[in-house]
């Protein structure tokens, strides 16, 4: 019997990334079954959600306005680090302390890897251990989708041999840090999807949404070939993930009120519906959740763009009436300009990142409209709308221009901050222009070390800026190994 020579404590310990990928574990520990590494899969806070300031802060769906920079500049939601997100400084990025989202991926793929080096000696139930495989394979494989997402080139026939990620297959630290190509990258992550296919259960546990099933892996994949512009084998993995018995639309006319917040001076009272009030206990138990992921921020402020709010019916969509509070800067004492909040879980904390039954249908609507079958997309977006708004309203389209248009709309409102990066990078090497996004931002000077509020600045995203710098900690670590995208 092989024992297991790696400490769990030192997985959810160690620091920084460099540690997950180029330091053996110091720590040791004999663990020899089963339901030992089964106990790492189901500590679902540690894999179901990712600080992702690139999400939060770097795309069309948030807006810092210059005044309110000047009145509140110590929030949380404006520190110099966001800021570097949201200006797009690439030398600021470099020199943060850390990056929170290479660290976090690594450390799951880590895991990953723990329990792939042990599974096959640890002794127990087989159907278990068989399960357990197919858990970590899918962490391993979406964790690099993540990662090659942010920091690798967008996912095109020209950009294949270009830089992709170091792969980690094991837990030795004497294995290769040196980027693969985003071709390996990418076979990489669909030959971790074979082999939790193999094994994985037929549908999602209700009990335990964070385990990986048949019904998730057709999920991510009905993204994973939108993604890669394979829209036939999207479409086919939508139906299939659709098929699930155990995910549900929920329909937010059901949803009750949450807590109040009044204030004084000015008087004002902000009011939430019922999820601002869950905790993990119980929003990891999302009924729309495939699998449960969450974009996480310790501001619990998701500062949505003046673009963004335009898109809702503020009237009719419940979206808006329940995840978009006006003057929701009042929370952090927030008062002129009167600032608006999207908050949607554990009091702004959490929103969703995992595939849910809202971002298939949306997938499924998107193939169909750019393949041109226009009653095919409405009636897919159409099924989402019946539970999204309080006097049902269908959308309707009269050519497939306008089908993509809508739909696209439609994913923005249902999907903001956590998919709107993935999206512009991919629209911007598609074929069709129409969807291409230009990002601006009308702020101050943004440097490593502040903000320059006497130096008012206009800046445009590069095309080339749509990779997210790899943090110098990460480079030094890797002794050269490494090598930086270039801009």
């Keep these: 019997m092989k024992l297991l020579k790696y400490s769990i404590i030192s997985v959810f310990l160690l620091a920084g990334c460099k540690k997950y990928l180029s330091e053996e574990p110091k720590k040791q520990a004999s663990i020899q079954t089963v339901s030992q590494l089964e106990a790492l899969v189901d500590n679902a806070t540690a894999f179901s959600y990712e600080t992702n300031y690139t999400a939060i802060n770097s795309t069309d769906d ?87 997402n942010h920091y690798c080139a967008p996912y095109t026939a020209a950009n294949l041999n270009s830089l992709g990620l170091p792969i980690k297959k094991t837990v030795e630290y004497t294995e290769s840090l040196k980027r693969a190509t985003l071709k390996e990258t990418y076979d990489f992550i669909l030959s971790d999807i074979a082999e939790a296919q193999k094994v994985a259960v037929d549908d999602v546990e209700s009990l335990k949404p964070w385990r990986v099933s048949k019904k998730a892996i057709a999920a991510f994949m009905s993204r994973f070939y939108l993604f890669t512009g394979e829209l036939d084998n999207s479409l086919a993995q ?56 969450y974009v996480y921020t310790s501001a619990q402020w998701f500062v949505p763009s003046a673009a963004l709010v335009a898109l809702y019916d503020t009237q009719n969509d419940l979206r808006y009436k329940s995840f978009v509070i006006p003057n929701g800067g009042r929370r952090f004492s927030v008062v002129t300009p009167a600032t608006t909040r999207y908050t949607v879980f554990n009091d702004g904390r959490y929103i969703p990142a995992g595939f849910t039954i809202a971002e298939v249908l949306l997938n499924k609507a998107e193939v169909l409209a750019r393949k041109g079958d226009v009653t095919g997309a409405m009636d897919a977006v159409n099924i989402l709308r019946l539970k999204r708004m309080s006097t ?96």
């Design 238 to 293: 939508a139906n299939s993930a659709l098929g699930s018995l155990n995910t549900k639309l929920v329909d937010f006319k059901t949803l009750k009120a949450g807590n109040t917040a009044s204030y004084t001076n000015p008087v004002a009272v902000l009011t939430y519906v019922e999820l601002n009030d869950w905790a993990a206990v119980k929003f990891l138990y999302w009924p729309e959740s495939y699998y449960t992921r």
């Design 62 to 148: 948030t807006e810092i306005s210059k005044l309110f920079y000047q009145n509140y500049r110590t929030q949380t939601a404006v520190t110099v680090d966001r800021l570097q997100y949201y200006v797009w400084d690439v030398n600021g990025l470099v020199s943060q302390v850390s990056d929170l989202l290479w660290n976090g991926e690594f450390k799951k793929i880590f895991t990953a890897n723990l329990i792939l080096a042990n599974i096959d000696q640890a002794t127990g139930d087989e159907a278990t251990r068989q399960r357990v495989k197919a858990d970590a394979h899918f962490i391993r494989a979406y964790s690099y989708w993540v990662l090659a």
């Design 392 to 487: 049902y309203v269908a959308l309707t389209a009269a050519n497939k221009d306008e089908a993509i248009k809508k739909v696209l709309e439609e994913r923005r409102r249902e999907l903001p901050f956590a998919m709107r990066w993935y999206d512009i990078r991919r629209f911007s090497v598609n074929d069709y222009p129409a969807d291409d996004v230009t990002l601006t931002r009308d702020f101050f000077e943004v440097s490593a070390t502040g903000v320059n509020i006497n130096s008012p600045k206009t800046y445009t995203l590069d095309a080339k800026r749509l990779l997210v710098p790899i943090n110098n900690v990460e480079m030094d670590a890797s002794q050269g190994q490494i090598v930086q995208n270039q801009y």
